[in-house]
């Protein structure tokens, strides 16, 4: 039996080990080079979590629930890959099928399967503070890696669409408050593009 389940669980970390491979579809449809990878776009979420105080946290989240749900929201793109808007795929279809996968991976995986599927469910039905966190960690870690891009290739505003998708959707004041100094740094970096002539 114990056999059986072992071979299940290296399954399962098969599973989760290709997503350090796969990129994120939206900066592939942008044609950068070396995008980040789904893995390392749910380990910068997961760090964050500890960035939070009782002095920016005004609502007491649950840290270690936050870490947890960061780490699992999107498991199932081990399975189905990163689903965008721009994959002619509807809204309904790609929840359908990310959610098959998460039941795919939580058979492998037992009780924890089933945390996970709890925590997944959770983040996609937006119920709970922590899942409402984790869509803002969600939304931020993915402009300050659009800008993170704008900055390497010296391409001021090239990634708005990826500001303007997001802009007025942050609901946690700190991270608010991380949005403003984003926006702050990127205006700067405009302005010096304008300056030398590369905007």
């Not at 980040?36 to 960035?51: D, K, N, P, Q, W």
């Not at 007025?168 to 949005?179: E, R, S, T, V, Y």
């Amino acid at each position: 039996m114990a056999l059986v389940e072992n071979k299940k669980i290296l399954e399962f970390l098969g599973l989760v080990g290709r997503l350090k491979h796969e990129k994120r579809t939206g900066w592939v449809l942008c044609n950068i080079n070396d995008c980040e990878s789904i893995a390392g776009h749910m380990y910068r979420m997961g760090l964050m979590t500890f960035l939070l105080t009782e002095e920016n946290d005004p609502f007491k989240l649950d840290r270690f629930r936050c870490l947890q749900i960061a780490l699992v929201h999107d498991l199932a793109e081990s399975i189905v890959g990163d689903i965008t808007p721009h994959c002619g795929i509807s809204p309904e279809e790609k929840h359908r099928r990310e959610d098959d996968a998460m039941k795919i991976i939580a058979e492998l995986t037992g009780f924890a399967g089933d945390r996970m599927y709890e925590l997944y469910k959770e983040y996609e039905n937006q119920s709970s503070p922590e899942a409402k966190f984790a869509k803002d960690l969600d939304r931020y870690d993915m402009i300050l890696q659009a800008y993170e891009y704008e900055k390497r290739e010296n391409t001021p505003k090239k990634l708005e669409e990826f500001f303007k998708a997001t802009y007025g959707k942050f609901n946690h004041p700190f991270i608010q408050d991380l949005a403003k100094e984003l926006y702050k740094q990127r205006e700067e970096f405009e302005k010096m593009g304008l300056q030398n002539g590369n905007v």
